[in-house]
């Protein structure tokens, strides 16, 4: 059975850092990291591939959020810099075991994940 263990989150400035880590219990071939701040929906703000590393981002965070991965860990991070309060959110990883072909087009799809983390909390201030 997989788990995905996310960490990372806290309170930060505007303008700030952090780095979410979400640990993966086995191999998995894609991982993502969704949002969803109080009253609003859920929505991917990356996704990376494990095979080859490709990444894939909303228009809506352009060059401020960066996901990465270390494969011997099983563990995919999100960087996210300058930060502004409308980035406060509860941030949750997302994987999923099986490939599929129409991953690109629909990474930002809930439904595209089988496993989530508990979430963590990322509460920027002005």
């Known amino acids: 059975q997989l788990q995905l263990v996310d960490s990372g989150g806290g309170s930060v400035q505007a303008g700030g850092s952090l780095r979410l880590s979400c640990v993966a219990s086995?191999?998995?071939?894609?991982m993502a990291w969704f949002r969803q701040a109080p009253g609003m929906q859920r929505e991917g703000v990356a996704a990376?591939?494990?095979?080859?590393?490709?990444?894939y981002y909303p228009d809506s965070v352009p060059g401020r959020f960066t996901i990465s991965q270390d494969k011997s860990k099983n563990t995919v991070y999100l960087e996210m810099s300058s930060l502004n309060p409308e980035d406060t959110a509860m941030y949750y990883c997302?994987?999923?075991?099986?490939?599929?072909?129409?991953?690109?087009?629909?990474?930002?799809?809930?439904?595209?994940?089988?496993?989530w983390g508990q979430g963590t909390q990322v509460t920027v201030s002005s």
């Open positions: 997302a994987a999923r075991r099986k490939a599929t072909p129409a991953y690109a087009d629909t990474w930002w799809l809930m439904s595209k994940y089988d496993y």
């Open positions: 086995v191999h998995t071939y894609y």
């Open positions: 990376i591939y494990h095979g080859t590393g490709r990444t």
